[in-house]
């Protein structure tokens, strides 16, 4: 029995423990308070800021060009909105299509319209523009669907006010509001619609259309709510790991906690960095992850301790020290992995990073000091004391292991029977790894090769459909457009050249020499100098139409087009697509007419030319980003590599490290190539043919979480095994039983991951799809064949190099009892 001054120093400690206990259970309760109302705050953060492109791309560049010599392109760019009718028998052109057309061009005067002074383009339209009347002939070209169907009637604005006037008590007030001017059309369109043709269908689209139904996007309520149907599914495996029901009141009270704390951190933030709207959803997902991965560890090490009849006070001091070791490296870890995307250069990629990071060290705070706190004070109300009985039926079992094993007391408590009884399978399957680790290397190696080898296929994606709700009715109606009518008719790619003789029969010829570039690489038509639409003008031609003698018609065409598209030395050439342009084939698109543009220019010394519009400015955002991505690997590696060298003073560890995180990274990847850039799916999921490529918004983040996930795992192992190899066991029986105890966990903590990403599956944005896919791919691979197969493996046919140099005592068991173990597990099993 101890001596009365121990116990007296024991009941000093225990109630220091417990004040300490209470001043934080009692700080997490005013975290809640505090910064819970700010949550609400966080989520509404919607400022639709895309990814921008540097100041001297391409493209920003092309677009100032545009704005210099063609400012009413440059403003109407975006601007035609469209309306796509369909007969619902067969047939569109009807009297009641004519008399909803007019009743659009009488309503015209509406307030709400006025100021955008419309220009109405269709069948039954005047279609006049200014003083010329298009052709009738050309309208039913462009307009009129080949089988008679459909026809589009298309709002063209052609004045873009960007203030509005406010009496607000008595005084005018004058604010920058261009949206207010599009809302209003916007409800003037859909008040003419609920009064449209009978006999017609008519769908509602076009770039104002798309951004403003995007102002409505809900997409952030529909994730919250695919996240609470995951929940049951998450609290199953947790009850099945922790093995008592009513822990399962902390898990929550934690997680609230770190959402409250880090909702409090992230928005005063967010004032100085603006955050993109897909920084929320990416927030919640991640602290679902991670706060309960995090305790998941905690509850299953208290369980363990508890088990094996340790003190409450020292199961405390277990969980803050061991465990919590092991949850700050890994914070500290994946906080660098987050942190790092401050060397991409792109500001939206800098909140993501920030606020994520900010997540996890919240969660790492939180769990490392409410959790153990909390299971202090009233965890042990919750756990079943265990019967004398089982007590000494565990107890004899235990030495006759021991003596099974011939271990000494100390290490035969470690290896208790209940392990081997829990763990039998991990022991198996360890057994199965010890015997061949090359083998069991090279053949993870060759099942993922075919993976790994589509990685440099991998391409990204510039299309802003993929980044929009599939079902948003515009952009349903767009793609319905797009099968019937070229998809790029109403949003055009400019072409911009500079140079004083364009104007001149070299200049012409120099001219079409570059529509014929356009033509190889694939446009519907032009419009320019040279080109009306689908006929081509050469120098003889211009001059005869230009002259007073041409038909009166074709004379104001072009006289029209030239006042428009020629600016003293500056001509405008307009390429419409005959796919959308913004859409999956966009950067291809420009990428190659960038190239044929160069060349142009390489041939033509005297002339400048830029392309803008479209898709350019998203290419160049995607150049940026993407170009980025090694960059920040390195960086991110690189430290990562040099801290755990810091920690675990072992040059060996941090490089299997790195490699393993390569490894899931380039499988990942590769999987992803397979399933979004082959047509493997497009049976099961048809609308994934519209889309082609990765978005390249995913690709820095998912790397990101994919390198903090496979971290969590490998410091949650690899501490484990540091346990075993600091109580005397040698290497290959360190990692063989590091790997058994933690086998069960890790697996659990992986499944929760994988469910709490695959929320995100049941946005309809393709975006979110692939960011799911790409961070559940990677954890199964993280939690399924690395930690199981690869890192034990590595490790143990890297056989006594030593993967601790220093600090590790000498090991003094090794031989035979490691078979030992396994066979015990074994003839328990069988
Ligand atoms: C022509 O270009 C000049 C700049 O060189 C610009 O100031 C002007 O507004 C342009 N004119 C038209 C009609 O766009
Ligand atoms: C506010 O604007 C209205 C017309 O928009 C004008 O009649 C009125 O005088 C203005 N009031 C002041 C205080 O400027």
């Excluded at 599956?761 to 790409?774: C, E, G, I, N, V």
């Amino acid at each position: 029995m101890e001596s009365s001054s121990d116990s007296d120093d024991d009941s000093i400690t225990a109630r220091r423990y417990k004040r300490i206990a209470w001043c934080v259970v009692l700080a997490g309760l005013l975290t809640i308070l505090v910064g819970l109302p700010q949550v609400p705050v966080l989520l509404h953060y919607h400022q639709p800021l895309g990814f921008a492109a540097t100041p001297d791309s391409p493209g920003i560049l092309g677009q100032a060009e545009l704005k210099t010599f063609f400012p009413a392109f440059a403003a109407g760019a975006e601007a035609p909105v469209v309306l796509l009718i369909r007969g619902r028998n067969g047939k569109v052109l009807t009297k009641e299509v004519e008399e909803f057309t007019a009743r659009i061009e009488r309503a015209l005067t509406d307030p709400r319209a006025e100021p955008l002074h419309p220009l109405l383009l269709g069948l039954y339209a005047s279609n006049r523009l200014g003083s010329l009347k298009l052709p009738s002939d050309l309208v039913r070209r462009k307009l009129l669907s080949k089988d008679q169907r459909s026809t589009l009637l298309v709002l063209l604005p052609t004045s873009f006010p960007s203030f509005a006037t406010f009496r607000e008590k008595g005084v005018n007030r004058t604010v920058f509001a261009p949206w207010l001017y599009r809302k209003q059309l916007m409800e003037f369109l859909h008040e003419m619609l609920l009064d449209g043709p009978a006999d017609a269908e008519v769908l509602l689209t076009g770039n104002p259309v798309i951004e403003y139904e995007r102002f409505f996007d809900r997409s952030i309520e529909l994730l919250l709510r695919a996240e609470l149907c995951v929940l049951p599914f998450t609290t199953m495996i947790f009850i099945w790991l922790v093995r008592e029901v009513r822990l399962l009141v902390f898990p929550p009270l934690v997680l609230l906690c770190s959402l409250a704390l880090s909702a409090a951190c992230s928005v005063p933030l967010a004032k100085w960095t603006p955050l993109s709207p897909d920084v929320p959803p990416a927030m919640i997902s991640v602290l679902l992850a991670f706060s309960l991965d995090y305790s998941l560890f905690i509850l299953s090490r208290f369980m363990e301790n508890h088990s094996k009849g340790v003190e409450r006070e020292e199961n405390a001091k277990i969980l803050v020290c061991e465990t919590g070791h092991t949850i700050v490296v890994s914070g500290i870890l994946i906080a660098i992995a987050f942190f790092g995307a401050f060397a991409l250069p792109e500001r939206n990629l800098h909140s993501a990073g920030q606020v994520l990071g900010i997540t996890v060290v919240c969660c790492m705070l939180v769990n490392i000091a409410l959790s153990p706190s909390l299971l202090l004070l009233f965890g042990w109300r919750f756990v079943e004391t265990e019967s004398p009985d089982s007590e000494s039926e565990r107890e004899a079992l235990m030495g006759k292991e021991t003596g099974l094993l011939g271990l000494s007391g100390s290490e035969g408590e470690t290896l208790g029977e209940e392990a081997f009884a829990k763990h039998k399978n991990w022991f198996r399957f360890m057994r199965l790894i010890e015997r061949c680790p090359r083998g069991a290397v090279c053949l993870v190696f060759l099942i993922f090769l075919p993976l790994t080898w589509q990685l440099p296929k991998l391409h990204g994606t510039a299309d802003i459909y993929a980044a929009l709700p599939r079902d948003m009715p515009s952009v349903l109606a767009m793609r319905e457009l797009a099968r019937e009518f070229p998809g790029g008719q109403f949003d055009p790619y400019f072409v911009v050249l500079t140079g004083d003789t364009l104007i001149s029969e070299e200049g012409y010829k120099a001219m079409l020499q570059l529509c014929g570039m356009l033509q190889n690489v694939g446009v519907d038509s032009i419009l320019g100098p040279v080109y009306l639409l689908d006929r081509s003008v050469d120098w003889q031609t211009s001059q005869r139409w230009q002259s007073v003698l041409a038909p009166s018609e074709i004379h104001q065409t072009y006289r029209t087009v030239m006042a428009s598209h020629v600016n003293g030395s500056a001509v405008l050439l307009e390429a419409f697509t005959d796919f959308l342009p913004r859409g999956s084939k966009g950067a291809s698109w420009v990428r190659a007419v960038r190239q044929g543009l160069e060349i142009w220019q390489g041939e033509h010394p005297q002339f400048t030319a830029s392309l803008s519009g479209g898709a350019t400015l998203m290419v160049d955002a995607q150049d940026t980003v993407m170009q980025a991505v090694p960059l920040y690997l390195l960086i991110c590696i690189s430290l990562i590599t040099l801290v755990v060298f810091g920690i675990f003073r072992s040059l060996l560890l941090p490089l299997r490290l790195a490699f393993a995180l390569l490894f899931t990274l380039a499988a990942t990847f590769g999987t992803a190539v397979v399933f979004y850039q082959t047509p493997l799916l497009h049976g099961l999921f048809p609308w994934l043919a519209n889309y082609d490529g990765l978005c390249y918004e995913i690709v820095p983040m998912a790397v990101c979480i994919a390198i903090a996930l496979g971290l969590d795992y490998d410091i949650f192992l690899v501490s484990r095994i540091v346990e075993f190899r600091k109580e005397g066991f040698n290497d290959p029986t360190s990692i063989v039983l590091g790997v058994a105890n933690t086998g069960g966990i890790i697996s659990g903590a992986g499944a929760i991951m994988a469910l709490a990403f695959s929320g995100l599956f049941f946005s309809p944005k393709l975006l979110h799809q692939q960011f799911a896919f790409l961070l559940v791919t990677s954890v199964l691979l993280d939690t399924f064949v690395v930690r199981t197969i690869l890192v034990p493996a590595m490790m143990l046919s890297a056989g006594d190099y030593n993967w601790w140099p220093r600090q590790m005592p000498h090991s003094r068991k090794r031989g035979p009892q490691l078979m030992a173990v396994t066979d015990a597990a074994q003839s328990k099993g069988g």
